[in-house]
């Protein structure tokens, strides 16, 4: 029950974030709910790593924007930052993400088993789910990983159904401080937060 609490008081916080980080918008008409998800605009100028391959076969399919919180914990013995937690949002376009809750049309959920999905945030249009992990990574040293990953398990009728590959890129921030201020600057078990906000791309097998 703990953790449960622990995951809703987390997300609380992500919601308070997303309103903050947005402009204001006060008493502006609340963006009409979305009743699909992906942005099938083909992604012009966006950065892919050279170094991030998408096998013959797959291709790209619609991207997403992801806004979001990034937890690290300080392990002061190691002087390491290690990955705590983070919880994220999907929309369809970037400045959907100024009406936020209206707007949101996919979740990140982490399961009980450590596995990441991606879960549709409007069931009553798509059912879809897609688990993942990633199989390569780029570092940033002010900002999140630019990250591969690969789908293991599509579930329900919709957007996620036949993804294959997915693709993190132009994150801005999500980043844990230096690890040379970790014991130092910050002691040992401390969290630190920051906001994240990336383009994902999101490739099926078949045609173009």
């Not at 987390?10 to 402009?23: A, D, K, Q, R, W």
């Not at 929309?91 to 009980?112: G, K």
């Not at 993942?132 to 780029?138: E, K, P, Q």
């Not at 990250?147 to 957007?159: Q, R």
Request: hydrophobic share 35%; aromatic share 14%.
């Amino acid at each position: 029950m703990h953790t449960k609490m622990f995951k809703l008081e987390l997300f609380s916080v992500l919601i308070v974030l997303l309103l903050n980080i947005s402009c204001s918008f006060a008493g502006a008409i609340p963006h009409k709910t979305p009743t699909s998800i992906g942005n099938y605009d083909y992604p012009t100028g966006v950065y892919i790593p050279s170094n991030f391959t998408i096998p013959d076969g797959n291709f790209y399919k619609f991207k997403l924007y992801l806004a979001g919180f990034v937890w690290h914990k300080c392990n002061g013995t190691s002087g390491q930052w290690i990955l705590d937690q983070y919880r994220s949002v999907y929309f369809n376009h970037e400045e959907d993400i100024h009406f936020y809750p209206y707007s949101a049309v996919a979740m990140l959920d982490p399961s009980s088993l450590g596995v990441l999905f991606y879960r549709s945030a409007i069931p009553k249009y798509d059912s879809s789910t897609v688990s993942f992990t990633c199989i390569g990574s780029v570092p940033s040293k002010e900002n999140a990983p630019a990250e591969l990953c690969l789908a293991k398990n599509n579930t329900g009728n919709g957007a996620f159904s036949d993804i294959t590959y997915i693709i993190l890129t132009e994150a801005k921030g999500g980043a844990a401080p230096p690890n040379t201020e970790c014991g130092t600057k910050y002691p040992d078990g401390y969290v630190y937060s920051d906001v994240l906000t990336a383009t994902i791309l999101l490739y099926h097998r078949g045609t173009h």
